[in-house]
């Protein structure tokens, strides 16, 4: 049964290398699924809570759009669409279509495939975007120490670093600029001084946040998911200064 | 006032205690004291009066909700406080108008622009955006919804 | 003389003393209205009260006290549904609903119940005499 | 033929000229079922009863005022009949003429009804087993034990622990007036120990409770300890030689004993047992035993009790404080609980009573949080836990006694100190020793660098968020029952509240007593308390017990009874009965005696009509109907 693929229209416009990345995992670990170009913005609470009816009635056209398993490589959009769906189902009783993050399909995948990948020692610094982890109550992973994306990312190869502010708010959503970059510089500079190559994320917004603030590369989980089952880097969107790191390892 | 509040879905105010876990989490607050979702609720709850602090410097990363012993839930009374200062004309933030404005446009809150189309054909994948008819059905729903 | 309806009326131990209390403060009701005292409202078996009718009763009336007044249980609830799901069945053979029903009395409610009586009982004479007793023996 | 007596009453003569007695005599001296008629004015008086020669009449009808008055004088035999003629009939009706007519009609009802009456209500003359049964060693449960060993009955105490003594054996000092924990109970558990009439068994729990009040069958099981505590004299040579250490329940984990082990110095009874779950059965100690004490193949064993009364003091556990994953008890090793603490700064803990972090360094800057599990809609519970206020304020004076130098902070949400002597020995001494209050309930608590620990707070009153170093944090727990204490519950057929606490029969009239007669609860298990509180509440449910022993035999009230050959197991009383005082027994079902109010509610559920409750079944109520309804 294929899955139905919705990137998120951050990624599809401003990192469409994440959305190539994204498919080519999912194609190389067997996954069949058809991306739905025809589904409308999942109209995130941080922008769309000025009018719930709004947000409640685009996301029941997405929902009719997808019909069966939705998989979704932005956490804000996994997070919107899950909430809305819940709600529309519970309004007119029809039992509602699961929406998966990226980072936990690529888990039940790896364990069942369990491909032999090369270590590559890149050193990552995980942004843990707080959409996936709270409210608690959607019992993916435990807020106060998640292990999804450090795990999937031991499984690629990769070392996930732990590092002082790893529980703080990327400052994603915020409309005043200057707390919201403050924020991010803070976070980046942290997970830098713990000695991390690169920031994978896997929230579109977290990437927005942090990359012009942070002096390592940030990246999405599906692009380290994709070099490591064997897509070229620079097709990946890896920057040069990341691949020279790479070659000194 | 608080029962318009909660049909919109807020949590209740009522069973704050004031104990102060939310502030101590939010992030917004390390950097500027004057955001203080204990006072949001507090002021809500006490005094019934809508809180004079900007709703729109919550960074929504629910760490609040998380944190409350009492399951206030403040998060979701930001959130409506936000709804509610935009209907009765107060303004809402330039970069979320323009978001809404992309959104009636293109269907997606950021439109695909000369150099992401470019990008994209580099890498091969198809033409990002809806059909017409798609589009048309999500501006009608929009602005059913109030957003002119 | 004028045809007056005969009442039955079961009340627990504890709504007793409420109707107790309507004749000590002087209310008045008509006199063919019985009582018979029960520990629990809910001791009333359904097919007594069915006998009641079947015996000429015109209207039978249960009291009981308020299901959050009895401490932490309460067997008012469970008399409350069977007597509800009586009604319906003696209507099935011609017996008004009016005929039964249940009255929260707590134990100072004196007043309430003469008036609630009162009411019931006019209400009744407007209905008229219900002779179901040959009926219920042809169906046995 | 069954005859009938009818007593009508005057009441002083004021019903005379609202009731038309001499119609009333002549109606019922001239019916065959009327043995005779007697009229008189005050049957309220004190022995009415025997001056009116009413003592072998048999069944009698009494008509007069209402019957709770009457109740009392009469004694209420069950072949009285009581029919109200004053309160509803003569005070109720409009003219002489109509109250006559009613009180006739009532009076034919109350003589069908009492020529149908058959044996008397409820049992008479039921035996009380005088013991008495105590479930759980702490302070409530032994306070209890003493007072009722002391009004000369025997007292088992049934502990699950090695030794009596409870939570409060574990703490260093006691609040407000930081006396010494142990040399409080000491005495009282020794005490306990040597008292005649008290027979303490250890390592056992309650498995099964089975009878009514006066006469329960309960059966206990004793786990095995693998040390024959008759002979063992405690002297402790099996401990030098054994090999194995384990973690001590008794010092929450924190100072380890050998496999073979006594839980604490006043242990009582003091005797020595082994951990087979740490045990290798190397058997050393067997050889060094000179008393051949040991013996490695022990097995658990049964003993049956049969009791009168039963006193549930099992005390309440506390808030397992992984379930607030913010505060990262368990992964930061300076994150500790307010129990543990107290082990620590007891001079018999593992530190000997100097306060050091785990990796040995002196704690300097020491943080409470108050309110752990208590006063929240969370995992906890949502009351206030009555004692952590003050604990945490002893143990901050505590701290500064060891040590001048320490700096103590309260986080604390309401400080509550209401308790005899708690505002001025606790509060007011803390502040003037310079301890810190800040009004707050932390988020948060990172680790920093050196192993110390940094508090994310916000202090509500100034509303500044804060950051605060400290060495070591202290969690104030809150009360929090385990599955333990509903299994218990289930098995005593007491009902729990929904945070797992028990139930007792009314929180103001009946505080001490449960829904089932003859089981009593005292101390923390049935509520958040304090050391003061739970020995108030063992004492009150010894006073309950014993004045249940000096009565001479024991009446309880109507209950119902299920007929074995008409029962078919259907089983849809059980559901009937709010008091779930129904239980099923094998293919049928039984009532639970000491359980069952008499409310009546399964009468009319069961099909086979296999229920009967006193002289409230069908066959005396509707004739008792149907001739009320003759004209």
Redesign the interface.
Known sequence: MSLALYPGCVIRTVHPEVEKAVKETLSRLGVSFQEKTEASCCAPSWFFSLSREAWLRLNERNMRIFKSTVVTACDDCFASLSDAFRVLASRNGVKPPEVKPFQALLLERLREVKPRLGFTGLRCAVQHSCRFLRPSGRGLDNPEDPKIVKSVLEMLGFLPVSYERELDCCGGFLSDENIGREMARVKAGSAEKAGADCIVATCSHCMLRLSPVSNIPVLHLAQLSAFSLGLDPVQAGFPEALLRRMVKR | MIEKLREKGAGNPFKCVQCGSCTSACPVNLIQEGFNPRRIVGSLARFNRIPDQDPWLCSTCSLCSERCPQGVDPLSIILVLRAVLYENGGTAPAGVLKMVEQVKETGLAFSPTLESRERRRLLGLPEAGLSTEGLREVRRILSEAGFK | MAWKP?V?VFTCWCS??G??????E????P??V???????S???????IV??FE???DAVLVTACRPSEL?????SR?TEA?VSLLRRLLKTIGVEEDRLRILWISSNEGGLF?REVSRILGEVERLGPLNIGGRMVEQG | MRRVTVVLCTCCSTLLEKIDFDRLRSVFSSSPLVRRVLITDSLCEKNACENLGLKDDGRIVVAACSSRLLEAAFGKPSLVEFVNIREQCAWACGSREEATLKAIRLVKGGVQKALRVSQPPGVEGLKITREALVIGGGIAGVRCALDIADAGYRVYIVEKEPSIGGVMAQLDKTFPTLDCSICVEGPLLSEAGRNKNITIIPNAEVVEVKGRVGDFKVRVRVNPTYVDPDKCNGCGECVNVCPVYQPNKYDADLKPVKAIYCPFAQAVPLKYVINMDHCVECGLCMKACTRAAINLGDEPKNVELNVGAIVVAVGSDLFDPRLKPEYHYGEYENVITNMEFERIICASGPTGGVLLRRDGKPAKRVAFIQCVGSRESGPGIEECSYYCCAASMKEARLILEHDREARVFIFYNELRAFGKGWEDLLYRRCLEEGVVFIRSRPSEIRRIGNGSLQIVYEDTLTGRRGELEVDMVVLALGFKPSWRMVELARRLGVTVDKHGFIQEAHAKMKPLETRVRGVFVAGTCHGPRDIVESAVEGSGAAALVTSLFRRSSLRLPEAAEVSAEKCTGCGRCLSSCEYRAIVREGDKVRVLESVCNGCGACLATCPQEAITLGNWGLEQLAPQVSAMLED
């Not at chain 3, 002087?26 to 009701?29: A, E, L």
């Open positions: 005969r039955i007793s003393s109707v107790d209390q309507a004749g000590f002087g209310f008045t009701y006199p063919n019985s009582t018979i005292r029960v520990p629990c809910a001791i009333i078996n359904p097919s007594l006998k009641a015996k000429g009763a401490r932490s249980v309460a067997p469970i069977r003469s």
